[in-house]
């Protein structure tokens, strides 16, 4: 337990936070759901999961999503340029 909270309480509004940050992105480059699924190799169903939060990104598919957006992993933990995150301090 940390800070009053279960563990898994935690994780998961982590995946809705890194789901959130991933539909963001998807919707400011124009990208479908559809589109992006394809060019990661993921049934649309998978992606409109985890950007709901309801499955975890797996590092190779978060590896992916950098090479085809252009950002640093770090974007989907909101981290800003420093490297500092602005929700969680483990």
Avoid at 15 to 33: E, F, K, N, P, Q
Avoid at 34 to 50: H, V
Wanted: charged share 30%.
């Amino acid at each position: 337990m940390q800070n009053g909270k279960r563990e898994g309480d935690q994780t998961c509004s982590i995946d809705r936070y890194v789901g959130s940050r991933l539909r963001a992105l998807r919707t400011s480059r124009r990208h479908s759901i559809l589109r992006l699924a394809k060019l990661m190799g993921l049934p649309p169903f998978d992606l409109a999961r985890i950007e709901s939060g309801t499955r975890r990104l797996s590092i190779p598919e978060l590896w992916t999503l950098t090479r085809i957006y252009d950002v640093e992993p770090r974007y989907f933990f909101g981290a800003d340029r420093r490297g500092e995150h602005k929700l969680w301090n483990y």
